[in-house]
């Protein structure tokens, strides 16, 4: 007890004046993590604290490194896109779509245009899916509890319709390399689209709930600012980026699957603080929910997956390939040396990226700001650890 | 007659007692209201088993498992300050009924500064907070305590302003004068309560009693996704229950309580009509609405970070407190009042 805190003739004796005149009083040392609600998962945060000041905050990722790099080169190829979506859990469709397109590329194979559109659809349901997520928990993480129930309530339908095709909630390897595992069931279009249509009724709700809120503004304005320039040579990406005010998205960047056929905006936020980074994440559920809509609408009749052989061997080759996962730019690197697994699998995750600049938000904030701050990092550990 | 036999000593002593016998039961009762209301309020059911019709056991049962659970005192912990924060909590917050009036004679003790008394015996409690803080040898308790002190010291000047502008108005600190005042302006039969001419002062009480509560959006000394539970992160079984939950239901109805017979007329009635209806039935009636109150805004807002919570208090509700204690002196020269 003694050794925590000074008795008054000790603190007197050590206490000395900082530069600008002021008591300077004794830093502290608090761990954050790894099991801690604000982090959500098991990431692990050193705070140097000056009272409630940050001095000096760590990042300590590695808790839930499960080795998935490793895991590839035992895997045939078919077999990879299951083990992708289980590295950011959130958006399984999302992680499996680039490790198919890498695939295919090597492969030539060529996909059915049936299969290109529900890979559209699934892959914008996901990340309204993983957007939702985000946007309730980080109410939570503010201290509002109403936003995730709400968030959860339209999760639900879209939920639904993503089970009724896959069979999963959470893992769906759903994607093969040249297409899907199965066609969709009768009446996925209209559970979808149901789902689409309550979501779009609800964001105004949202907005409302926190966007429109003074409390929450006092918390997130001016909170955790990114400025552009180091979040580009952090290689941050996805809506913490755009928030930051750089539009840059692989969906129209370089664009994969059909998306240059669909009518979406990328919204980009102007000062890059918390609250941009949220009203990001609502804009592009918004954009989503278009580009769902649209896909439904033209959605091609046909096969749902191409021409591909039983045994699936690449020819010898290297090939990147990208997607803009719901969190950011997401890219496997597969070096394949003709045999049906491949010899070396390297993914870029975006949550690690993105959770590699946060010591130089953290460093001046308060203790609540730090929620603030990480909240509106959305990461997933298993994606910054993989 | 009636306050003959209110008077005797014994009566005293057995309504002393059920008031206390009564406090429990009615912060499991309002605990299972909160997770109702706030779970309908979220698009949920809330608790729909325990006990049957709708979970009304659901608290009970808490409240068992908290007895059951062990209770663990951390090794480097102040043993005898770590166990007595309980005791220092739920007096504070146990301590407000003695002068809530349920009628003109139906009253523990009616004191001359009831108002006074009441805002006292409310800021004990913080006391339990900053003992619990400083007992537990843990860095996020030892924070939470120092949030809860320096929220304290900037909320209760409000709250005392606010109610000083009800004190005025009624010309007492005596919580008994002050529903009798309330009893003086009739309109076509209607009592009309101090509230029309302090809604100013309402809104700073129910804001700084939010906030002497610690619930969201004060709740910065317990921010659970900061400090995991404040000053309480130590505490398991029965001790947290009564040092956090129990305290903070009881002062919620305590304060309720208070606030309802300062702004809205206590125990009168709503009509002359209806003066048959007991001033209890008037007085659980009005606390409840403020219950509600603070109940929806529980479940509604995001909690501010603690230095706009100061800049809140001294820029915002003390100077608009001090115009409020103004504007009931000029009504005060009024002949209406």
Request: net charge neutral; proline share 6%.
């Amino acid at each position: 007890m003694s050794s925590l805190i000074p008795t008054t003739d000790r603190w007197l004796s050590e206490a000395r004046l900082s530069g600008d005149g002021t008591l300077r009083t004794e830093e502290m040392v608090l761990n954050i993590g790894p099991q801690h609600p604000a982090t959500h998962g098991v990431l692990r945060v050193v705070v140097t604290l000056d009272g409630e000041k940050i001095v000096e905050a760590k990042p300590v990722i590695g808790y839930m490194h499960r080795g998935h790099e490793k895991l590839f080169e035992q895997r045939d190829f078919r077999q990879i896109t299951n083990l992708c979506s289980r590295m950011d859990w959130l958006s399984g469709i999302n992680n499996e779509i680039p490790a198919s397109l890498a695939v295919e590329r090597l492969m030539e194979i060529e996909v059915p245009r049936r299969a290109t559109f529900l890979r559209v659809i699934m892959a914008e349901i996901n990340r309204i899916l993983n957007h939702l997520m985000f946007t309730g928990s980080f109410g939570l993480e503010l201290g509002a509890t109403t936003p995730v129930m709400y968030a959860f309530r339209e999760r639900e339908l879209l939920q639904s319709a993503m089970e009724m095709a896959t069979g999963g909630r959470l893992h769906f390897g759903f994607i093969r390399p040249g297409g899907l595992k199965e066609d969709v069931p009768r009446g996925f279009v209209d559970l979808a689209l149901r789902g689409i249509r309550q979501l779009q009724r609800a964001i105004p709700d949202y907005e409302d709930l926190l966007i429109g809120n003074e409390i929450f503004k006092a918390r997130t304005v001016g909170v955790g600012l990114l400025d552009p320039d180091l979040a580009v040579e952090y290689g941050v990406s996805g809506p913490i980026l755009r928030a930051s005010g750089v539009p840059y998205d692989v969906r129209k960047a370089e664009p994969y699957l059909n998306y240059n056929e669909f009518d979406f905006n990328i919204p980009v936020g102007l000062h890059g603080d918390s609250f941009d980074r949220y009203w990001v994440l609502i804009q592009e559920m918004k954009e989503s929910a278009k580009i769902v809509e649209q896909a439904l609408m033209g959605l091609p009749s046909g096969s749902h997956i191409g021409q591909v052989p039983k045994r699936l061997t690449v020819p010898k080759g290297a090939i990147w390939a990208k997607a803009e996962n719901p969190l950011g730019e997401l890219g496997y690197y597969i070096v394949s040396d003709g045999d049906s697994r491949p010899y070396r699998m390297k993914a870029r995750t975006p949550s690690f990226s993105n959770i590699s600049v946060v010591p130089h938000m953290l460093r001046g904030a308060y203790v609540p700001d730090m929620v603030a701050v990480l909240g509106s990092m959305f990461f997933v550990v298993g994606d910054i650890d993989r | 007659m009636i306050a003959e036999i209110l008077g005797n000593g014994y009566v005293q002593l057995g309504m002393k007692l059920g008031v206390l016998m009564i406090l429990l039961p009615a912060t499991l009762a309002l605990g299972w209201v909160e997770l109702k209301i706030g779970a309908h309020m979220q698009a949920r059911m809330g608790p729909m088993y325990p006990g049957g019709f709708h979970g009304w056991a659901q608290t009970l049962a808490d409240g068992i498992k908290f007895v059951l659970k062990e209770n663990i005192i951390p090794k480097n912990a102040d043993k005898s300050v770590f166990s007595m924060v309980p005791y220092v909590t739920m007096l504070g917050a146990a301590l407000i009924y003695v002068v809530i009036p349920a009628g003109e004679n139906l009253v523990i003790e009616n004191l001359e500064v009831g108002v006074f008394y009441v805002l006292a015996a409310s800021s004990i409690g913080v006391i339990g907070v900053l003992m619990a803080g400083w007992a537990s040898a843990n860095k996020y308790s030892m924070m939470g305590a120092l949030r809860a002190a320096a929220q304290l010291i900037a909320y209760e000047l409000p709250l005392v302003l606010a109610a000083a502008a009800v004190a005025m108005m009624a010309g007492s600190l005596s919580l008994v004068d002050i529903v009798e005042g309330q009893k003086q302006i009739v309109l076509a039969g209607f009592y009309i309560p101090f509230l029309p001419f302090q809604i100013i002062g309402f809104v700073i009480f129910l804001i700084a009693a939010t906030a002497e509560m610690t619930r969201p959006p004060f709740d910065m000394p317990v921010a659970e996704a900061e400090l995991i539970t404040g000053a309480f992160t130590e505490y398991t079984g029965i001790r947290f229950a009564f040092s956090l939950f129990a305290a903070e239901y009881i002062t919620m109805i305590g304060l309720s309580a208070f606030g309802a017979t300062m702004f809205l007329g206590g125990y009168a009635p709503l009509h002359t009509a209806l003066e048959f209806i007991p001033g209890i039935v008037w007085l659980l009636a009005k606390t409840g609405t403020i219950l509600f109150l603070l109940i929806w805004i529980r479940w509604t807002f995001p909690r501010l970070r603690e230095d706009q919570l100061q800049k809140f208090a001294w820029k915002v509700l003390i100077p608009l407190s001090l115009v409020n204690i103004f504007i009931t002196g000029a009504l005060k020269l009024t002949p209406w009042i």
